[in-house]
T-cell receptor, first 114, second 113 residues
C-alpha cells in the first residue's frame, strides 16, 4: 500500500530533551515536507526537501532540523524542544516539488512538550 | 501573501442532504488546488486535486470545481452520509511558492443520522 508512515503517533517529552520524529514513504517520491497544525493557525510548513541532500526552510523552521540522506526518509529533529512546539505534526510527500502533483500525508504525530 | 478562506467554519446537516463547501484564495496564480479530509486525531486524506487548467474533478459523490480567475473553489457532496462527518480542508500551491501548500482553516462537517 502506498503510504507515508510517521512514528511515533504520540509523544510526550520534557523541555530540552532531543527527539526525532521519523517519516518514511514507499512511493519513490522526490519531494517531502513537514507541517505543523495548531488551532487558529492552521497547517504551516516547517521544512521541505526537493530531493536527496536538498532541504530548505518553510514558514516556521525555528527550533527544527531535518535531513534527507535517503530518498524514502525525512526525519524531523527537535534538538531542544520547548512547550511552544507542542503541536500536531504531519509529513507529506509528492512526486516532485513542482506544484503539479498532489500530496500524500502521513497520519500525524501529536507532540506534547512539558 | 496568499490567503485561503473556507466558509462556513462549521456545518451540520441531516443525512441525505446535498451540500456545498466553499474555498476562496486571494492570489489566482496557482498551480493547483487540493481538497483534503481530516478525521479527528488522524491524518489528511486527499479527496480531489484540480490543476489550474481544469474546471472540475469528480470522485464518487464528490465534485470539486475551480474558478481560478475569481479565486474560488467549491466542494459538492451529494447525498451526504454520517460517515462524511469530518473536517474538510482546501489547499493551494501558489506558482511562486514552489511547492508549499497554503491551507484554509477548514470546514467542520457533521452529518446527522
Amino acid at each position: 500500500e502506498a503510504q507515508v508512515t510517521q512514528n511515533p503517533r504520540y509523544l510526550i517529552t520534557v523541555t530540552g530533551k532531543k527527539l526525532t520524529v521519523t517519516c518514511s514513504q514507499n512511493m519513490n517520491h522526490e519531494y517531502m515536507s513537514w507541517y505543523r497544525q495548531d488551532p487558529g493557525l492552521g497547517l504551516r510548513q516547517i521544512y521541505y526537501s526537493m530531493n536527496v541532500e536538498v532541504t530548505d526552510k518553510g514558514d516556521v523552521p525555528e527550533g527544527y532540523k531535518v535531513s534527507r540522506k535517503e530518498k524514502r526518509n525525512f526525519p524531523l529533529i527537535l534538538e531542544s524542544p520547548s512547550p511552544n512546539q507542542t503541536s500536531l505534526y504531519f509529513c507529506a510527500s509528492s512526486w516532485a516539488g513542482t506544484g503539479s502533483y498532489g500530496y500524500t500525508f502521513g497520519s500525524g504525530t501529536r507532540l506534547t512538550v512539558v | 501573501k496568499q490567503e485561503v478562506t473556507q466558509i462556513p467554519a462549521a456545518l451540520s446537516v441531516p443525512e441525505g442532504e446535498n451540500l456545498v463547501l466553499n474555498c476562496s484564495f486571494t492570489d489566482s496564480a496557482i498551480y493547483n488546488l487540493q481538497w483534503f479530509r481530516q478525521d479527528p486525531g488522524k491524518g489528511l486524506t486527499s479527496l480531489l486535486l484540480i490543476q489550474s487548467s481544469q474546471r472540475e474533478q469528480t470522485s464518487g459523490r464528490l465534485n470539486a470545481s475551480l474558478d481560478k480567475s475569481s479565486g474560488r473553489s467549491t466542494l459538492y457532496i451529494a447525498a451526504s452520509q454520517p460517515g462524511d462527518s469530518a473536517t474538510y480542508l482546501c489547499a493551494v500551491v501558489k506558482e511562486t511558492s514552489g511547492s508549499r501548500l497554503t491551507f484554509g482553516e477548514g470546514t467542520q462537517l457533521t452529518v446527522n443520522p
